[in-house]
């Protein structure tokens, strides 16, 4: 296992419990604790994790509140999606981010690639992308600010958006079935969710494989308009067709 992947482990580590010891991870490791050490400093410099004496827990902007609960629900998958995800972006592409705990995953993962515009609604995301020290122009979206989901909302995020073109709108979503695509249960987030789409040349949605077939209040674009769908797991039955017969491409991450 190289530091590199070690300390990817370290951080799930880290989002599935909250905290971890260096101890414990030295065990689970077999590595030294002053390793381990070494990781948690490159990881806390990259904003993935806030030290403490003897472990590690979720970065202060992450740490409390339902977002940090998002942040740890199914962190493995999540992790791989935004991995599959930012296999798709290009260097010097536009790219707009929503707000979720699966697009958080994605801006780290963007880190590595190069002059990259980012236009987000979400405080986090903007918070990722600034501190990976990659030379992304990050343009946080201003509007009534709501702080449990690190996010603003609202007419003034709409129009702000309409005065960008972007080549890509990656997106998170409620719930996604044949009938009504894409939905999310807040309106107010759908609303941003079609204001993005409506701008971007190309639209990827991340969704775990636990919203196929569900259903959510709030329609937020069909099928047809969907260009990616990045889950960690392949639809099947008639979602898998329909994804087929709208021309979406389908990726299932590693």
Known sequence: ???????????SIVRQRGRAAVDDLAAA??????TIRRDLTVLARLGKVQKFHGGATLPLATGEGPFRARMSENAAQKA??????????????TVFIDTGSTTVYFAEELAGISGLTVVTNSAEVARVMDSAGNGARVYLLGGEYNRSNRQTLGPMVIEQIRQFRAHHAVLTLGA???????????????QIARAMIGQAEQVT????SAKFGRIASFEVC?????????SDATPQGGLKAALREAGAEIHVAD
Request: aromatic letters at 4%; one cysteine or more.
């Open 80 to 93: 791989r999606i935004a991995r599959k995800a930012a296999s798709l972006i290009s260097p010097g592409e």
């Open 222 to 230: 069909p099928l047809s308009r969907v260009d990616a769908l990045v």
């Open 29 to 34: 490791f077999k590595v030294s604790p002053e």
């Open 205 to 208: 949605i991340l969704c775990v």
């Open 176 to 190: 996604l079935d044949v009938r009504s695509g894409v939905m999310d249960f807040n309106n107010a987030e759908a």
């Open 1 to 11: 296992m190289t530091p590199g992947e070690r300390r990817e482990q370290i951080v």
